[in-house]
């Protein structure tokens, strides 16, 4: 997901990646400076945090020049990750996931650690663990950590005086009085298919609220969604939404920023996503942040409701990156677990959550949807998702979660799908017990 991670943003436009071969093999760019190449997802608003950070960047390290590459999201993105990687092609610094999609790149095999550098000592410990293996750190923070759930449309929710919910029961009592008013209760954007998983993945604190040991299970291949009904309910609460009509006539065609745009000037009520899509509603809908809010995934029992928590993707080097290129790299991966750093990406677009870097400090204009997350966080309603617990997750649920959601598959039928894929990714990575 991540995402990235999630990792994982899109949007609406496609940007050719261009080769880190096609730079040139000198590290001098002609100007007597050193040239590194940056590698990064291509959603719009993605694109230019990175242009102000390299940007901020620059102005403090003008021995440095830092060239802007980028790769598509989803399951494309990290096929060309992983080709660029095993042929040695990789550009000299890159953000990718953390957690398992991190774990599934071979950090030990592929990346630099940077255990030893002075800024690892800042970060946040929860984050430090998902850019770890065999005890070395190999990555800082692309921006913030986020939480998983529903953006809704606060004038909505003031005009037709409904309440935050807690309970799936309340959620669902929310979306048929937005239908009764002909507004699309919840948005769904299946053209850029890695959001469809939101809903599901968004579950997971509900299912570790009532099984707390179910990723160990999982992990372990103890536990399988579908014959875990924790685990079931997310795949049978987005059957459950597409039965009974609450979705946007073009579900299967919208996208991503289309999603944002429409629960940001109130086309839809409800919009499951990961709260940094804060930082591209300024793009799809001018002027529009300050009218979403956020709550976490309604559950079934009122006083454990909380929200699922994704860490940020991380900035790698690979070990393709050396000489001068690779001193290069590091000053501008440790400018990124830096309070400027942190300014630069904040002062690009709207923040989406806290940073995992200790010594960063949010500003004090922060999205209404980030202060929501913020007071779940506050209070210790929240757990990591699943993708930070177990080094599992299946390649395909993206195209499952379509699936179920477009009414093809079942709930039940999907989940199985899923454990089937689960199963050969365990086996991919040599865990015992599979």
Known sequence: MRYSAAVLLAGVLTLSACSAGSLGSNDDDGSGKTAITFLTNNDPANVKVAEGVIAAFAAKNTDVTVKLDTRPQGSEGDNLVKTRLATGDMADVFEYNSGSLFQAIAPQANLTPVTGESWVGDLDPTFKQVVSADNEVYGSPWQNITGGGIFYNKPLYTK??????????????????????????????????????????????????????????????????????????????????????????????????????????????????????????ETAAPGKVGDVGFFAMPGTDAAKNGVTLWEPSGIYIPKSTEGDKLAAAKKFQAFLASPDGCAAQAAATPVGGPFAVKTCKLPDDVAPAVKDLSAYVDAGAASPALEFLSPIKGPALEQITVEVGSGIRSAEAGAKLYDEDVKKQAQQLGLKGW
């Open 160 to 281: 037709l005086g409904l309440q935050v919910p807690k309970t799936w029961a309340d959620f669902m009592a929310n979306n048929a009085k937005l239908k009764a008013e002909g507004v699309t209760p919840v948005e769904q954007t299946y053209s850029e298919s890695w959001t469809s998983q939101v809903l599901v993945l968004a579950d997971y604190h509900n299912v570790a609220a009532a099984d707390p040991g179910f990723a160990d299970k999982y992990t372990n291949n103890q536990a399988k969604f579908a014959t875990t009904p924790q685990a079931l309910a997310g795949f049978q609460r987005l059957e459950e939404l597409k039965k009974a009509g609450y979705w946007n006539a073009d579900y299967a065609s919208a996208k991503y920023n289309e999603g944002l745009a429409a629960v940001a000037t109130g086309k839809a009520g409800h919009y499951p996503m990961i709260t940094f899509g804060v930082t591209a509603i």
